[in-house]
């Protein structure tokens, strides 16, 4: 995957805040899960092993000096973050996204 096409799915994963409606994550594995169509627990589960397993191989090729944190100029590489965004990822403040950061940023757009 090149960094454009990672950094546009990245977003997809988590939603843009400055659009007026977020998108939602459907993952295709099998079949295409997306646990607000079902409150089944084992279907809530498999969703976030499957997001968790997707933002992580993303996460891996946005981190592109390979220090295992994103930073805000990682992010911007192919589409505008703003500082409120990143600042919401950044859950630690210090000044860069990791990827338990960035799962969880992923996580809460699920919900």
Known sequence: ???????????SILGSRHKTKRRKI???????????????????????????????????????????????????VAEEISEEEFNEMDADGDGSISKDEFEAAAEKEEE
């Open 1 to 11: 995957k090149n960094v454009e096409e990672a950094t546009h799915l990245a977003y």
């Open 26 to 76: 459907e993952i295709s594995s099998v079949n295409k899960i997306n646990p607000k169509d079902s409150s089944e627990p084992r279907i809530q589960s498999q969703f976030r092993e499957e997001i968790t397993k997707y933002s992580g191989a993303t996460f891996d090729d946005l981190d592109i000096d390979g220090d295992g944190t994103l930073s805000k100029e990682e992010l911007d």
